[in-house]
């Protein structure tokens, strides 16, 4: 079955320690992005990629780190610098995320992470 | 930026009885997204708008994006208690490239 994983489904971050939430997929998209979705209130993006090795910031990147070495895979770190981390975090991807072509992003099952 | 604006926020129905939710931007739309979830589970994609006028459906689930591409509508036919969920509405703006941006949501309950 082709989709999208994210692992684990709850995290649980000690005060200080960087955690990394993992996002894999296997629909061979170019695009991948990470939201937050906090309790009543939409998703937010915190980062993008079109490619590997390249990434941009989104809206709410501080206190976040991705790396994109491969094109199925695109991790996010939730560093000790992000200060209100509790949130549940949404992987998505689409076909090649250019612009003009408004293409549907598909998302992963989630993962909630909590703070110690 | 554009912003999103769904009504309501929460939406109590008796089944079988018909609904509608709405999503309104600050800007003009140019492609405008319904999405479904679960609580604690990722977002299921319902339908994509394009056309100012444009109107599509899914089973009992229409949704419509009125002619100044300002505003769309998702319609539930005949609720069932498997319509429930939050419905979430994103779009893309004129400059956002791939970037969607989401409205809040509304949860809906259907009771039985």
């Known amino acids: 079955d082709g989709g999208i994983t994210q692992s684990p489904k709850y995290l649980f971050r000690k005060e200080g320690q960087n955690v990394t939430l993992s996002c894999e997929q296997n629909?061979?998209?170019?695009?991948m992005y990470w939201y937050r979705q906090d309790p009543g209130q939409g998703l937010r993006l915190i980062y993008y990629?079109?490619?590997?090795?390249?990434?941009q910031k989104g809206d709410i990147a501080e206190g976040y780190s991705v790396s994109r070495e491969k094109k199925e895979s695109f991790p996010l770190t939730v560093t000790s610098a992000q200060k209100n981390p509790t949130a549940f975090y949404l992987c998505?991807?689409?076909?090649?995320?250019?612009?003009?072509?408004?293409?549907?992003?598909?998302f992963g099952p989630g993962t909630r992470l909590l703070v110690l | 930026s554009q912003e999103l604006e769904q009504s309501p926020q929460s939406l109590i129905v008796q089944e079988g009885k018909n609904l509608t939710i709405n999503c309104t931007s600050s800007?003009?739309?140019?492609?405008l997204y319904w999405y479904k979830q679960k609580y604690g589970e990722g977002l299921i994609f319902l339908m994509m708008?394009?056309?100012?006028?444009e109107e599509k459906s899914h089973e009992k689930i229409t949704a419509k994006l009125d002619e100044k591409k300002q505003q769309s509508s998702l319609h539930i036919t005949a609720s069932q208690p498997s319509h429930a969920g939050i419905y979430l509405c994103?779009?893309?703006?004129?400059?956002?490239?791939?970037?969607?941006?989401f409205g809040e949501g509304t949860q809906l309950t259907v009771n039985p």
């Open positions: 629909l061979n998209h170019d695009a």
């Open positions: 998505a991807s689409s076909m090649s995320g250019l612009a003009g072509l408004q293409e549907t992003q598909y």
């Open positions: 800007k003009t739309l140019y492609g």
């Open positions: 708008l394009q056309k100012g006028g």
């Open positions: 990629s079109q490619i590997v090795n390249d990434f």
């Open positions: 994103g779009a893309i703006g004129e400059t956002s490239g791939s970037r969607l941006t």
